[in-house]
């Protein structure tokens, strides 16, 4: 299916503003937001060429550009960040890769290395004592350097559980940046010791 022919699919099952209805994640026990007055808004038509990412083609890409401000682990090949500022989340971090690559370039050693990683990241953050789950989230619509997003879910509310933690991580009072700090600490030493690499001093 082409883009237009998508659109053209999206427009015959909109109403005549172009809205298509409520979907079935309005109604999930997840879901933030109460659905009086929601509305669907209207699909965009197709923008090709897509706007550039930054690292492609367009803006200078900003993560090899970077400094280690915000890194908590680090070693040869990787490097995993804390945000600048706290969001709703107990801890968010963000792996990537040093040497610019995108998710479908990334060489098989280093991809081999990403799965290792991911699960040592997982269960370190899975290892704190009020967090239930760590969500893994690549998008990649923005920024093309390789870069992975993981989100630790506080334990003990069901309404955070799954996809909607994105949206929550935004909605809920940010974080004490002491206890962000210490989260994502005891995720880097946990990391360095089951992994390897090493804990990074951030700037605060
Ligand atoms: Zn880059």
Redesign the pocket.
């Known amino acids: 299916m082409t883009p237009a022919e998508l659109h053209a699919q999206v427009l015959a099952a909109a109403d005549a503003e172009g809205r298509l209805p409520l979907p079935p994640v309005t109604s999930w026990q997840t879901f933030p937001f109460e659905t009086a007055g929601l509305r669907v808004v209207p699909l965009a038509p197709p923008e090709l060429p897509e706007p550039p990412r930054t690292?492609e083609g367009g803006p200078a890409?900003a993560?090899?550009a970077g400094t280690d401000r915000d890194v908590v682990w680090s070693d040869e090949r990787w490097r995993l960040s804390r945000f600048g500022k706290p969001t709703g989340a107990p801890v968010v971090l963000l792996l990537e890769t040093r040497e610019?690559y995108d998710l479908p370039g990334l060489p098989d050693r280093l991809a081999a290395e990403f799965g290792v990683l991911t699960v040592h990241i997982a269960r370190a953050i899975e290892g704190l004592p009020h967090v239930a789950r760590a969500h893994v989230s690549r998008w990649g619509d923005g920024h093309?350097?390789m870069h992975v997003f993981f989100f630790a879910r506080p334990a003990g509310f069901p309404q955070l559980r799954g996809t909607c933690m994105a949206i929550w991580d935004e909605i809920l009072p940010a974080a004490p940046a002491s206890q962000r700090d210490a989260d994502a600490a005891a995720v880097a030493g946990a990391l360095a010791e089951s992994y390897g690499g090493a804990v990074a001093s951030t700037g605060g």
Request: glycine share 14%; hydrophobic share 30%; aromatic share 0%.
């Open positions: 690292g890409c993560a090899c610019h093309a350097h």
